[in-house]
Nanobody, 124 residues
Framework: QVHVVESGGGLVQAGGSLRVSCAAL????????MGWFRQAPGKEREFVAA????????YYGDSVKGRFTISRGNAKNTVYLQMNSLKPEDTAVYYC?????????????????WGQGTQVTVSS
């Protein structure tokens, strides 16, 4: 069984920073692309960032470019999302996802496995 587990969410003031983590358990995810999506109440799930299995390529949504950084841990089965200069509009549940056969990093349908999500709240 495959499990994707997020951690590190919480409450932060606007302008602050937060790092969320994602661990893929149960399989060797070193060759899986990983992505972060977020969903605010009443809105569709939105692409945030993604990283190739090698870690050599990264992708970002327009709303987070220059503020968020995605990276892989040394063990490759862990992915981090460093979020800086946070804004109230970044408030959402953040989901980590893994893909064994990625074609486009930006679409939820490309990802096989999903975590349960972690809440990030940015106060003004």
């Amino acid at each position: 069984q495959v499990h994707v587990v997020e951690s590190g969410g919480g409450l932060v003031q606007a302008g602050g920073s937060l790092r969320v983590s994602c661990a893929a358990l149960g399989r060797t995810f070193s060759e899986y692309a990983m992505g972060w999506f977020r969903q605010a109440p009443g809105k569709e799930r939105e692409f945030v960032a993604a990283i190739s299995w090698s870690g050599s390529s990264t992708y970002y949504g327009d709303s987070v470019k220059g503020r968020f950084t995605i990276s892989r841990g040394n063990a490759k089965n862990t992915v981090y999302l460093q979020m800086n200069s946070l804004k109230p509009e970044d408030t959402a549940v953040y989901y980590c996802a893994a893909s064994s056969d990625i074609r486009s990093y930006y679409y939820t349908t490309e990802y096989n496995y999903w975590g349960q999500g972690t809440q990030v709240t940015v106060s003004s």
